[in-house]
């Protein structure tokens, strides 16, 4: 064998072992370092996915009015989706700041994001947005749309971020049940199709089919009190706690544009 | 210089392939996704020498082992040294699998690439069991196991032969292809 390929394994040899001993900052510093290589590609792709998807409508409808209705459109699913938040602060989130001294709280600041892809690997639920640091995406972002929460963002590059939905089994919610006093944390399975459990419930809790479940908002928490979570499709006791199975509000399998909660306005 | 040029097209295929797999809808079945990522791969341990195949593997495995990293508590869930492990080890096994066949063949290229999604997705089930607990095998899981790996050997050859267009040097391009030889 060359000198030069002794060399060159031996490279490979320090680099394989170099990775292997990398540390989580290290990795998600990587990571976003992958996403900003692909952002261009992926861009580039999805425009001309959706291009390609909008032909028929294009051929229906005058360019001016599609541009229209489509900024209307937008305009509509914020204020839904800021009514959404609103909701649950109006009842119990004024209570609570009259009573604990809670600083009132204010509508979302939020960044609307087309929705780029959806991770192809079968054991994670994530998507890809067109929007990054740039532009005042961070980490640990919530995402929801005018139906309810998403999820939340967690690899950002410049120009593109990653989103884990609510369905991963790694994203956790705080979650509680309305018209009841019950709380617990919601999580995706591996097992289910998009449905969300909802454990950690009293296992005398007395959740019906179709009560709504938002978030619960707790301190030092990612995502804010009152988004809309999921509807109770069943409930279950088990050996310890309770287990609800949700219905997620938002449509995760069709997402095409969200919203990225930057901050309280 | 033409193996540089190569591997330079297959990297940029690799990443391109990673953009487009998640642009492509699910497969309506089970709602399982295409991998086109294992497709390039596997054409590239078969195209490339042995060491520009591994240091291939090793890119591979750094792009896959990214894209599925998650970082809870401040501790990465999987790392990159399984995905390393596996595409290292697929490297060595399609190169000794084109050698014991005398070089590249699309028939190999497709089988290849229906292993190593097979043993992709279970291997990431079986990982994730292990680290987060249970074992929820039913049929929806594996349908998202065995329809991708089904899928693959239909794309392959696709993608097969429209690399070998991009790439007119490929070793089964010429006479060489028919000789059994170490130096493809």
Redesign the interface.
Known sequence: MKKL?IA??AV?VV??VS??L?E??T??S??SG?LG??SP??RS??AV?KSISGIGKDLMTLEQLQKEYDRTLAENRRLRAENSGLRDLQTDNEHLRQVLGYRERSSFRLVPAAV?????????STI?INRGSKDGIAADMPVITDRGLVGKT??VSGDMSEV?LISD??CKVAAKVEGTKEQGISAG???T?GELHLTFLSKLADLQPGQKVYTAGVSGGIFPSGLALGTVKSFHARELDGEAILEPTADL?DLEEVFVVTGAK | MRQALLFIILLILLLVSVALQDLLPAIPIAQSRIQLLPIVFCFAMLALPLLPALYFALITALVQGLLVLQIQAGHSELGLTLPIVFFVSWAIVLQMSSEATHGMRWELHAAGCALVILTLLGGEFLVLCMKRGGFPLDVNIGLQILIPALAAPFIAPTLYFGLRGLVPFTPDAGPVASQPSFNR
Do not use: M, S
């Open positions: 390929q060159a394994l490979l680099a394989i990775f292997c990398l989580a900052g990795l998600a990587l990571q992958l290589i692909l590609i992926t792709g999805g996915k780029l892809g959806h991770d192809a690997g079968a054991w994670w890809k967690t690899a884990v089994e790694n399975a591996r097992d199709a399998g």
